[in-house]
């Protein structure tokens, strides 16, 4: 049975691309093909396709949006995202939006084929420059969580009252310990976290999750 594929994308040469590289191969057919988000929630309802080709940026909304509502409409479809940029937020949307593929229009030709049929198979696929941007922002993630694991137990708690907006009288009254050693604390943790003020140590404490924003 064909891997039934809808090709989403505002520019009508990539969608004639896109549409020439699947058609070489016999086990994939692509049935409907549109040019804006409007448009592809139509027809995704009327072709069911298996497989939604979807590019990141349309022209009348996300290529997100149009994931989420695809999917929700289809239960079984399944999104490979595709972008000429490898940049980690549209990256990071299209995955959140159930994409399991995300291919590099300039890579689009055996690339796209790989990724149309390891989505159909349950499996992920990627661009090598797609691939890369994850590999960084994991390497990113993996740093800061060795930072915060490297603090100790009154350090995080410094840090957590230091983020809330208190002094480092207040802090010492809550903690029961001298304002001296709040402000060692503070200097250590500007040490292990690369930190130079406190607006960077609260800053850094919403985005670990370690305070409210």
Do not use: C, W
Not at 80 to 89: C, E, T
Not at 125 to 137: G, Q, W
Not at 198 to 207: F, G, K, M, Q, S
């Amino acid at each position: 049975m064909s891997i039934r594929v809808m090709l989403v994308d505002d520019h009508q040469l990539v969608r004639e691309a896109l549409r020439d590289a699947l058609a070489r191969e016999p086990d994939i057919d692509v049935v409907a093909e549109a040019g804006s988000g409007s448009t592809a929630l139509e027809l995704a309802r009327e072709s069911g396709p298996d497989v939604v080709v979807l590019d990141v940026g349309l022209p009348d909304m996300s290529g997100a949006e149009v994931a989420t509502r695809i999917r929700g409409m289809l239960d079984q479809v399944k999104i490979v995202a595709l972008s000429g940029y490898s940049d980690k937020r549209f990256v990071t949307e299209m995955l959140r939006a159930g994409a399991g593929a995300y291919v590099s229009k300039s890579s689009a030709g055996s690339e796209l084929v790989r990724a149309v049929r390891a989505v159909t198979q349950g499996q992920s696929s990627f661009s090598p420059e797609i691939a890369a941007t994850l590999a960084r922002e994991f390497s990113d993630a993996t740093t800061e969580g060795a930072k915060v694991a490297q603090l100790g137990r009154r350090e995080l708690q410094v840090l957590r009252l230091v983020a809330a907006g208190l002094r480092s009288g207040e802090i010492a009254e809550r903690l029961q310990i001298s304002p001296a050693t709040v402000d060692v604390h503070r200097r250590n943790l500007m040490r292990k976290l690369d930190m130079r003020s406190v607006a960077d140590l609260t800053r850094y404490a919403i985005r670990e999750g370690l305070v409210d924003a």
